[in-house]
């Protein structure tokens, strides 16, 4: 009987081409443009997240603290806020005369005037605006600490960014899912609307509703799964375009693509299922 | 098997079928001949519940009742085998595949056991050779005879017909004729409505005149369910040719 109904849903689609190949080429349009916006969010959230990687709080020591104090603050600010990297008073002279580069210019300088520091790689759940102030707030009160610092207003941005893209991503999303379910909607009524005649006959012989609309919702399925594969095929080659003209662009990962034809199929089936349901309801004797 | 229990139906202020009774029983053959508008494809179309009657009782087997759900709507009329004048069958497939639809319809059978139910329908109304033909490539008896199959192909208790013979010319209609009377000698009950006595002659069977929605002759106008006082079988007298008019 599954059988029956793939082919009945192949036939379907054989004899109408043309309603088929326009809800087909209306899904891919809609399909693309989500895929393009996924793709764009792919690539700024991987980004973001390289950016973030590198937040790092840097905490100046005062000069005279004993190496013993130094070590305790150390054991603290681990426990509390992520891996601590000290960084020596000669070692911060050597990366800024490497960072000069000029020999007389850091002879025009008496002595060492930087400070020693410790770098806190912070832990993942404290990579974000208020949590990092408020951090540096608390290190601030420790009595060895003379500064810190943690670059707050890009970080602020950086947030921002992140925040806004999620939004958009969703508000994206929310805009193609209506499309789908209106492509979809209007396409299986059209689809019941042509066929009104065998529907009908299908209806007097004792058809049950799922045995007319199964094929239908098949072939609706089937028509949102070509174009999402018609979609990514036209995302993969924009990307390789990108790749090669513009700058380096990843593809979605697996999972991405997985979830982004799964939630069209699944989209598809619930129009189907709803407009096929609503057909019959006015198409029979 | 079928009874109608003080039907009356109406149409807006027309009254299509006024407080009928009558009772077919199982393995009988009933006609109703009546001019157009008397209310005879009324009749059939509150046996196949495609209509609800505005008073009254149908009952199909155990279908009782004038508001049936949808669900059981499908039960009963997968039950039933209706011929129409119109033929009614499918232009975009093959008579195999139209009578083929009937018994997948009933979700009782896999592909392999479809096949050869179709087959020996086809080969009672004489259509085997012509399984793979499409409706338009059929004359207007074979595309009944195919309509036919349809309706015997998953063995009906009771096969409903709709002036079969209307459009078809009188050998045509001779054959189906025939081919009824064979479905009811094997146990099918029939139900015939018509415009022509001749061919509920040629039937057999009990008669029922219908005029303005009311049956004025025939065996037992007010037949309570289980009576037995219906006409017996009658000889089924050869079917004359048709005329013009027809």
Redesign the interface.
Known sequence: ?H??FLREAWRSFR?HQGLAWTAVVSLTATLLLCAVFLLLTNNARRAVRFIGDRREMVVYLRDDVSPALRDSLIGRLTVLYGAVTYVSKQQAWDEFSQQVGDPQLLQAVDQNPLPASLRVRLRPELLNYSAMEQAAKQVQQFPEVEDVRYGGEWVRRLDELQATLTRDSLAVGVVVALAILLVIYNTIRLSVMTRR??VE?????????R?IATPLTIEAVGQTLLAALIALGLLFAVQQLALQQVARVTFLPPWWLAGFVGGAVLLAWIAASVAVARALRSAG? | MITFEHVTKRYGERLALDAISWHMDEGECVSFVGASGAGKTTIL?LV?H?IAPTSGTVVVGTFRGSRVR??QR???????G?IYEDF???N?RTVFENVA??V????HF??SEVVPRVLVALEQVGLDAQHAAYPQELSAGERQRAAIA?AIVNRPAVVLADEPTKALESESAREVIALLRRIHEDGAAVLLVTTRPDVADALGGRMLRLEEGRIVSGAATEVPPGHAAYMPKESAAPLPPQTAED
């Open positions: 009987m059988v029956y004899q005649r065998e006959i299908m209806i007097r012989l004792g058809a049950s509703d045995f004797p | 179309r196949t495609e949808r669900a499908a039960l009963l009329r997968r039950t039933l209706v009614r069958l499918l975009d639809l009937a997948r319809i009933t979700g896999s592909d349809r």
